[in-house]
Structures are given as structure tokens and as C-alpha cells.
T-cell receptor, first 111, second 112 residues
């Protein structure tokens, strides 16, 4: 099935810098979600943006959605060591009762 | 506390020996699903259930079975495990297929 593609696959930055991850997808969506996964543990939901929304904020997270380009970005501002994790986008495809996950971006925050 | 509980967390088994991974949620969610996570392949859906007694195949259902006799439980059954089913497995629940998903902590399965 169609998957979101995250870019970059891996990102390493210094603590305090901003981290930006991108997600592209191929189908029409109902919403797009971002999740975080710490080293082999369960995924944790971060934020959901609906197809009629363009931008959403949650604490240090900012998500944008461009349905014309079929892409989304996740910005983490003022990064901390605890933000080190893998980040996944998941699309809720129209007509399919399921989430489809990308392969993730592995983010490393260096102290 | 809202949670999805999987057991066991780790399992090493031999080829052909039937096993069951349990999953239970306490949020009264109607939708539950199983994923496997493999390096370079991301999360792939195995089976999902939209309600009690309603299950359907995901993207990689071969070699797996599920049942949904109660709303809170959604066990994953491997009738005859093979080494290519060595993977990290996650159960998830949500209000619906489009909703925020809550994940269990994962079951790392090794089939030798």
C-alpha cells in the first residue's frame, strides 16, 4: 500500500537547534499524524492535522500540511536531548480505514 | 491510566511451534490493529478489527490469525511460525481507523 516517505532518513543536530522533518505521500487523505518512537518502544502520538488545516502547533512542535503538494513537515524548536527518537508520519487515507506509516526519520540531538 | 498492554515483551521460539501474543486495551476503543516493524520497512499492518467479531486483513496477513471475541482483547496468533516472522510487533487501538492510535510497548519475537 502507499506509504509516506520521510526525509531525511536520519538527522543529527546540536541541542537547542531546530529540527525539521518532511513527509510526502501519494493519496488523498483524511488527516496526517506524527508519532515518536524511542528506541524499540511503542509509538507515541504527537499531533494530528486534518486535510482542511494548513498548520498546527503543540508546545515546541509545529506541523504544516500542503495537500496540493501532498507533503507535511514537522518542526521541533529548541531541541533537547530527550527529543532523540525516531519520528514517523502516518496518513489516514480516504476510503481506507487505516493509518499508513512512513519509514521514519531518526533524530539525534547532541548535547 | 489509558493503556494498551501486550504480552509477552520478548519471545524466542522454534519454527512451527504455535504461539499467541496477547493485546488488551482499557479505553473502550472499537478499532484495534496489529503491526510489524522491520528495519528499512517501517510499520506494516497485519490485521485490523473495527469491532467485536469484525476483523480484516492488512497489508501483510500471511501466516497470522486474529480474533476479536471481546472489545478489549485482540490476540495475534502464529499457527506455525517461521524465521521470516522474526520481527518487532505492535498492537494499537483507537476510536476509529483515522483516529489517534495508542500503541502497546511491543513484542520482540525471534523464531529460530
Amino acid at each position: 500500500s502507499q506509504q509516506g516517505e520521510e526525509d531525511p532518513q536520519a538527522l543529527s543536530i546540536q541541542e537547542g537547534e531546530n529540527a525539521t522533518m518532511n513527509c510526502s505521500y501519494k493519496t488523498s487523505i483524511n488527516n496526517l499524524q506524527w508519532y515518536r518512537q524511542n528506541s524499540g518502544r511503542g509509538l507515541v502520538h504527537l499531533i494530528l492535522i486534518r486535510s482542511n488545516e494548513r498548520e498546527k502547533h503543540s508546545g515546541r512542535l509545529r506541523v504544516t500540511l500542503d495537500t496540493s503538494k501532498k507533503s507535511s513537515s514537522l518542526l521541533i524548536t529548541a531541541s533537547r536531548a530527550a527529543d532523540t527518537a525516531s519520528y514517523f508520519c502516518a496518513t489516514a487515507d480516504q476510503g481506507a480505514q487505516k493509518l499508513v506509516f512512513g519509514q521514519g526519520t531518526r533524530l539525534t540531538i547532541n548535547p | 491510566e489509558a493503556q494498551v498492554t501486550q504480552n509477552p515483551r520478548y519471545l524466542i521460539t522454534v519454527t512451527g511451534k504455535k504461539l499467541t501474543v496477547t493485546c488488551s486495551q482499557n479505553m473502550n476503543h472499537e478499532y484495534m490493529s496489529w503491526y510489524r516493524q522491520d528495519p528499512g520497512l517501517g510499520l506494516r499492518q497485519i490485521y485490523y478489527s473495527m469491532n467485536v467479531e469484525v476483523t480484516d486483513k492488512g497489508d501483510v496477513p500471511e501466516g497470522y490469525k486474529v480474533s476479536r471475541k471481546e472489545k478489549r482483547n485482540f490476540p495475534l496468533i502464529l499457527e506455525s511460525p517461521s524465521p521470516n516472522q522474526t520481527s518487532l510487533y505492535f498492537c494499537a487501538s483507537s476510536l476509529g481507523g483515522f483516529s489517534e492510535a495508542f500503541f502497546g510497548q511491543g513484542t520482540r519475537l525471534t523464531v529460530v
